[in-house]
């Protein structure tokens, strides 16, 4: 099969342009070299119009004009969309899901006599800025180049961590998938506490969005452990320390790790 496109989507949500938007932006290839398959007119013009898209609502020609298949559709979708697509399928088809929730495995099932080529990816919404992070593993008969191509894809967004055990997947949902709710969820409590004591609210938020944004940046670019980082900043009976002893008080650090859990927990949950 050969295709004038590099990749074909199925769906035209948020994530599918945070991601398709990072990689046309960095120039991994451009928008006219992607087709996307979106219900809602509205949201075809917009990939049209502002990414140069090649926008349609048939999901077969999709598969008919394209060897990769971002499918980017919510989980209660699936069964409809794998319906119309079953009879077209083939192993030269590599379908890349962003599906929450959904193995390999699953997906594979829903194509019965096809060796079915899939990537699994759990992305985060950052993406749209091009400061995600993605987890990817690949499913039975995918090969490296498609790994290697979703990481690509995934790495112009960010950057991707590949997983050889995909049971490890609902950690990174946990820890990064539904991580940036725990820091929207920090800050709003530190901007609380900024305002108890006197600040505007605005003045807080901007304060403890960038010293968010600066702590992300030193971890990475410094490469020293946040342990390390979090005692440069504490000094002995100074202020750090007495809000740090008031959280272990209250058992913030188990609190937090507890909810990691509960949340891979639901994963496996909504998996199953």
Known sequence: MSSVFELGVIGGGNMAWGIIS??????????????????????RQLFSERLGVVAIDDNRRVLAECRRIMLAIKPQQFDDVAAGLRDQLTDNHMLCSIIAGMST???????????????????????????????????????AEDLACVRRIFEAGGAAVVLDDEELMDA????????????????????????ACGLSEEDALKLATHTCLGAARMMLETGESPAKLRH?????????????????QSNIPTCIMEAVQAAFRRGRELGS
């Not at 990072?22 to 949201?43: T, Y």
Request: aromatic share 6%; hydrophobic share 45%; charged share 10%.
């Open 105 to 143: 495995q699953q997906i594979a099932a829903a194509f019965p006599g096809v060796a079915v080529r899939v990537v699994r990816v759990m992305p985060n919404t950052p993406i749209q800025l091009g400061a995600g992070i993605a987890g990817i593993c690949a499913g039975e008969h995918a090969t």
């Open 22 to 43: 990072a990689a046309v932006g960095r120039r991994l290839f451009p928008g006219s070299a992607v087709l996307l398959a979106e219900p809602q007119p509205d949201r």
């Open 232 to 248: 440069q900043v504490t000094s002995k009976g100074g202020t750090t320390q007495a809000a740090l002893e008031c959280m272990e």
């Open 172 to 195: 990174v949902t946990a820890v990064s998938g539904s991580g940036p709710a725990y820091f929207y969820y920090f800050v709003e409590a530190i901007v609380a506490g900024g305002v």
